[in-house]
């Protein structure tokens, strides 16, 4: 079993950054691919970033490319998104995801979510 709790959203205006935080409980946490998911509201929950289990390898969905990076730190437990260049469409509710196996992607194979925290980015 694992508990994923997400810190670090906030209000920030258009071109500034946010570091969000995803803490995991649970000594097999080193061991799990982990991911960034987000939700707009009246919109579907979408794939943001993804990292391996060592944090050897990360994927991210085109829209955040280049602006957003996702890191990990086993020895903390603890996965962190870095959000640069923020714009009034990345305002969304974000979800650290953990997966006990193969790869974070796609939120229906999602094994693990937190609650969310939100990030609001203004124009």
């Known amino acids: 079993q694992v508990q994923l709790v997400e810190s670090g959203g906030g209000l920030v205006q258009a071109g500034g950054s946010l570091r969000l935080s995803c803490a995991a409980s649970?000594?097999?946490?080193?061991?799990?691919?982990m991911g960034w998911f987000r939700q707009a509201p009246g919109k579907e929950r979408e794939f943001v970033a993804a990292i391996t289990w060592n944090g050897g390898g990360t994927n991210y969905a085109d829209s955040v490319k280049g602006r957003f990076t996702i890191s990990r730190d086993n020895a903390k437990n603890t996965v962190y998104l870095q959000m640069n260049s923020l714009k009034p469409e990345d305002t969304a509710v974000y979800y650290c995801a953990a997966k006990a196996t193969g790869v974070v992607r796609f939120s229906y194979a999602v094994d693990y979510w937190g609650k969310g925290t939100l990030v609001t980015v203004s124009s």
């Open positions: 649970g000594r097999t946490f080193s061991t799990y691919p």
